[in-house]
């Protein structure tokens, strides 16, 4: 039988750290790392300098995982970009990184398909069941999907934007999805969705309910108001629903393979928030050292959180072969997704 396994991994952040207690002196928000700390697990993020864009990150991050899957970029036949924080609001970023990427240049240029993912904190896991399709399906045999996020852009890094502004960070994280005979790789997933929490996590900042989509001035310049500017977050609606979703797609999708939460060797789960992930963690009854957690480092990076904990897991002697991996995540939709690996 034809299946798809993850046949290698990169991440990439840019490299200026900012620190709880440079949210307070740098940007001026009243916080405190005591604060931030305590309630997120989070001790720093990474923000990316004006001028870099997510399809700049994404092109590290994917020529890491090109080489630890030991293959020519010529080889990628299908690009898969999961992101909240496009470059452009269109084109997709796929477009920015396949032509970043040089697939569209010289005589073998390889013009293969890109297509973007919008399920934010599920994204990669949306794209890894896209990308095993596709690849199962035999229609393409190296899919190479990117998480990726630009956040600093467009958090109010001020004291009124202080509850979502402290919680993301920047990054990137790819992997190669590829076709093998061997009995491994991704064996299913669980999706899920609920759009009656479409406004509890949400930027509404292009509303087109409007005529034009954002208000211009006499000169006819858009003018946004402020609270249509930034992400807006039901922070304790989001938790808990977190914590549920996660839980049950966990469920289903041992359900689905008829293994029991007890067989999974590694949880890796979408870093929003420390305290979400040790809920799960006590919940399920597993023991600690089968979570793999990094937000300490990194923030929320939304779409990267999971390829990013992939590719640190296996450099730390975390994640080998034949472990059984369970990667889950929740986010903006609310939308939430689980996947098993067998690695
Ligand atoms: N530093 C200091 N104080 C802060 C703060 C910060 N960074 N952020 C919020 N506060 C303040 C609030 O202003 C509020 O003050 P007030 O009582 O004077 O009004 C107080 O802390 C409590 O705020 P609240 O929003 O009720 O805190 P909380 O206990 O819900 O924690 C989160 C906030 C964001 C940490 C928590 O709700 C959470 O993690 N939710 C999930 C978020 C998430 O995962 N999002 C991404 C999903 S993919």
């Not at 900012?18 to 309630?39: C, F, H, K, M, P």
Request: with cysteine; charged share 20%.
């Amino acid at each position: 039988m034809r299946n798809a396994y993850i046949a290698g991994s990169g991440f990439y952040v840019p490299p200026r750290i900012v620190t709880n207690d440079d949210l307070a002196s740098e940007y001026g928000i009243e916080t405190s790392d005591e604060w931030i700390r305590q309630r997120t697990g989070i001790e720093q993020r990474h923000f990316a300098d004006a001028g870099t864009t997510t399809s700049d990150l994404a092109v590290h991050a994917s020529e890491r995982a090109i080489e630890a899957a030991g293959i020519d970029r010529r080889e990628i036949d299908m690009v898969i970009f999961a992101t909240l924080s496009p470059d452009q609001f269109f084109p997709g970023s796929a477009c920015f990184l396949q032509q970043k990427l040089g697939l569209c240049d010289g005589d073998d240029a390889t013009f293969v398909a890109a297509l973007d993912i919008r399920n934010q904190c599920s994204g990669f896991v949306y794209g890894l069941a896209t990308a095993t399709s596709m690849v199962r399906s035999g229609q393409h045999d190296n899919v190479l999907l990117v998480g990726s996020e630009i956040h600093s852009a467009a958090l109010d890094l001020t004291t009124r934007g202080r509850t979502v502004g402290s919680l993301f960070g920047d990054a990137a994280g790819a992997v190669i999805v590829r076709a093998t005979d061997e009995d491994r790789g991704v064996r299913a997933w669980d999706l899920g969705a609920d759009g009656r929490f479409a406004d509890q996590l949400a930027m509404k900042v292009f509303d087109f309910h409007n005529r034009p989509y954002i208000a211009t001035d006499e000169a006819g310049n858009g003018v946004v108001p402020v609270d249509l500017l930034w992400p807006i977050m039901e922070g304790q609606v989001v938790f808990r629903n977190a914590i549920a979703r996660m839980i049950e797609s966990l469920t289903n999708l041992c359900e689905k393979e008829d293994v029991a939460l007890g067989d999974i060797d590694l949880f890796l789960c979408h870093q929003a928030n420390l305290r979400i992930n040790q809920m799960v963690q006590n919940r399920i009854g597993a023991p600690e050292e089968k979570f793999f957690n990094n937000i300490q480092k990194y923030g929320n990076t939304t779409a990267a959180t999971i390829p990013i904990l992939i590719d640190e897991a296996i450099q730390a002697g975390r994640l080998e072969r034949g472990m059984k991996v369970a990667l889950v995540a929740f986010g903006a939709g609310f939308t939430w997704g689980s996947a098993l690996i067998d690695w």
